[in-house]
């Protein structure tokens, strides 16, 4: 864990981390699979962490991809296999919609990393990250998406879009935030708490998920 970080922060990030396993897990029909697949990469990363594995940052590529890639590379296993399309068939689009409001206390986090000198400003929502929006709506757009349907196809596909924008936005900034060779942002306060646990679920799942979600949810919106 991150020395002298309040342990608030820790257990809030660790309960919105399982909040993004266990909506997931709803929307995946409660699929045992599903939720073993994922304690077990949580675990795994959680380990990997402790070891300080991703606290040298020199190298390339920096060691912190190993956080993102396999999971990046699943979900394109998803895509374009045919388990993987039944698998996304599957998935309940209203609830992966509830699940993005799990990017509000995943903001709050980082608002908090920030003041603690964890993250640089610019990935807050005092700085550049607009991503806290996404959670907001969340709840709108399933009421008015799903429930009562006043936005149609249209309204949603729109919403998704704007959303992985936030998110690449985000993931963008964090990225080059991080201290390697190729740092952009933040020398003075750069991002180091995706180095240590329980952060490191960040880019290991609760990214990868959400993007998941939006992108499983435009498939259902524009293929079926």
């Known amino acids: 864990m991150i020395p002298g970080l309040p342990m608030y922060l820790n257990i809030l990030f660790i309960g919105t981390t399982l909040l993004s396993v266990f909506i997931f897990y709803k929307a995946a029909s409660r699929s045992n699979t599903t939720l073993l697949l994922l304690f077990a990469w949580l675990g795994i990363q959680a380990t990997v962490a402790y070891t300080g594995f991703y606290k040298i940052t020199t190298g390339f590529p920096p060691r912190f991809a190993l956080l993102a890639a396999p999971a990046l590379l699943f979900i394109i296993l998803l895509f374009v296999t045919g388990k993987g399309k039944k698998y996304l068939d599957g998935l309940d689009a209203k609830t992966l919609t509830l699940l993005h409001v ?27 990250n607009f991503d806290i929006l996404a959670g907001i709506t969340a709840p709108v757009i399933y009421y008015s998406g799903y429930v009562t349907n006043r936005i149609g196809k249209t309204g949603l596909v729109a ?23 190729f740092q952009q942002f933040g020398f003075d306060q750069p991002n180091t708490a995706i180095l240590y646990f329980p952060f490191v679920w960040l880019p290991c799942c609760v990214v990868p998920l959400v993007l998941l979600a939006h992108l499983a949810c435009l498939r259902k919106l524009l293929i079926k």
């Open 102 to 128: 799990v990017r509000i206390p995943v903001e709050l986090c980082l608002y908090g990393l920030f003041l603690n000198k964890a993250v640089p400003e610019v990935m807050t929502f005092a700085g550049r």
């Open 159 to 181: 919403w998704n879009i704007a959303c992985l924008c936030l998110l690449f936005n985000i993931v963008i900034t964090a990225v080059l935030s991080a201290p390697t060779s």
